[in-house]
């Protein structure tokens, strides 16, 4: 396990953007996939994105695909999600997670963890 740390939260006005950073705590993740979850109160945890090592190829779940982008930079141990037109539906703690799932899109499957960042979209 890996502990992992995310940043970059905030609050945002409806249509807007930001940058998320997902970086491990003294170790390294850069031959883990990486993925990012968010969860809403009420709701459970839902997958976002998923990036893959080594290829760095890319897997979304529905309801943010073409509008957030997955990235990881193994060089500086980093990975990140763009996010660009936010809704207010957006509105969650989302999650950076790491590991080798055999289903990318299960919460279950990842063994590390982040303790989230706050995205608050205003309408």
């Known amino acids: 396990q890996v502990q992992l740390v995310e940043s970059g939260g905030g609050l945002v006005q409806a249509g807007g953007s930001l940058r998320l950073t997902c970086a491990p705590s003294?170790?390294?993740?850069?031959?883990?996939?990486m993925a990012w979850f968010r969860q809403a109160p009420g709701n459970e945890r839902e997958f976002v994105a998923a990036?893959?090592?080594?290829?760095?190829?890319?897997y979304y779940g529905g309801a943010t695909q073409g509008r957030f982008t997955i990235a990881r930079d193994d060089a500086k141990n980093t990975g990140y999600l763009h996010m660009y037109g936010l809704k207010p539906e957006d509105t969650a703690v989302y999650y950076c997670a790491a590991g080798w799932p055999s289903r990318v899109t299960s919460s279950l499957e990842y063994d590390s963890w982040g303790q989230g960042t706050q995205v608050t979209v205003s309408s």
């Open positions: 003294g170790r390294t993740f850069s031959r883990s996939h």
């Open positions: 990036v893959f090592w080594p290829d760095g190829s890319a």
